[in-house]
């Protein structure tokens, strides 16, 4: 069986485990090195999920986003083109996407981690 991770806040402790249904699995020690299963759940529906991971920043190649390019009538780069996501880019599932307002051009683009 496939675990299914998650980050979540229990009241004002941050916490992560498996989804088992509508409840979380507790674990306790690092996510990432070699994490150890609690005995407690809690309901899925008294927790807040946050982002899986809360990386410092995300580098990327816009050269990945070729259909944006498309859209954007964009010609393809001589070079590859970095994108860098700072951490104030981030949204926690349930988040609200909001338009930054004065930007002429503007692209809105969603990534998903499960």
Known sequence: ?????????????????????????????????????????VALADVRLLMPVQPSKVIALWNNFKALGEKLNLAAPPEPLYLVKT????????????????????CSKANWAS
Do not use: C, K
């Open 1 to 41: 069986m496939q675990l299914q991770w998650v980050r979540f806040l229990e009241g004002d402790t941050v916490r992560f485990g498996t989804l088992e249904g509508e409840r979380v699995r507790t674990w306790h020690g690092n996510m990432f090195e070699y994490p150890v299963q609690g005995d407690r759940t």
């Open 87 to 106: 951490p104030n880019s981030y949204l926690d599932p349930g988040g609200t996407i909001r338009h930054p307002g004065a930007a002429p051009r503007w």
